[in-house]
T-cell receptor, first 113, second 113 residues
């Protein structure tokens, strides 16, 4: 079965620091990859997605992610975080048997102002 | 983007009672909706796939007689937790698909006393 792992459950950064959140998945075939964000008290929102083409994907609010097929990874990055980026971030992968969306455990990001 | 709503946002019930949670796609029609359960500090776990006009498809380990799903129209799916017990306390999230992308509801916090 498809599995998704996110490397850190909690990350604390100061404003203007750079961010990289790791995500690895297990399925070796064709996948669709997603990063979702959940701000406090709000529902999950799509940050960015990769289906095919350029492996460097740009999303909303200055976020980007890079798909590295050989490493089964889809890490999320932002050069300079803001206090408003405080949220929980979920990596999700669709592919393999059943073609269902499988989520990682999430990473809680807290940005100190 | 497309909007998915859930009602209620929070519900507290006594053990042994049944609770119904509604999921609506507000500005689009969804032939498929998904129900997830989110445990504290854990990922979203897919419970079932709800198909309009047909029976839901449940994930392994999810009791179909306990978690009744009805997708009676293209904009409404309901999840009924029957004979709820404290271990059913959780955060339940639905999502609906539009053009291959999943949009999520705000979630329902169920507390069973």
């Amino acid at each position: 079965a498809q599995s998704v792992s996110q490397h850190n459950h909690h990350v604390i950064l100061s404003e203007a620091a750079s961010l990289e959140l790791g995500c690895n998945y297990s399925y070796g075939g064709t996948v669709n990859l997603f990063w979702y964000v959940q701000y406090p008290g709000q529902h999950l929102q799509l940050l960015l997605k990769y289906f095919s083409g350029d492996p460097l994907v740009k999303g909303i609010k200055g976020f980007e992610a890079e798909f590295i097929k050989s490493k089964f990874s889809f890490n999320l990055r932002k050069p300079s975080v803001q206090w408003s980026d405080t949220a929980e971030y979920f990596c999700a992968v669709k592919g393999g048997y059943g073609n269902k969306l499988v989520f990682g455990a999430g990473t809680i990001l807290r940005v100190k102002s | 983007g497309a909007v998915v709503s859930q009602h209620p946002s929070r519900v507290i019930c006594k053990s042994g009672t049944s609770v119904k949670i509604e999921c609506r796609s507000l500005d689009f029609q969804a032939t498929t909706m998904f129900w997830y359960r989110q445990f504290p500090k854990k990922s979203l776990m897919l419970m079932a796939t709800s198909n309009e006009g047909s029976k839901a498809t449940y994930e392994q380990g999810v009791e179909k007689d306990k978690f009744l799903i009805n997708h009676a129209s293209l904009t409404l799916s309901t999840l009924t937790v029957t004979s709820a017990h404290p271990e059913d306390s959780s955060f339940y999230i639905c999502s609906a698909t539009l053009v291959g992308e999943q949009f999520f509801g705000p979630g329902t916090r169920l507390t069973v006393l």
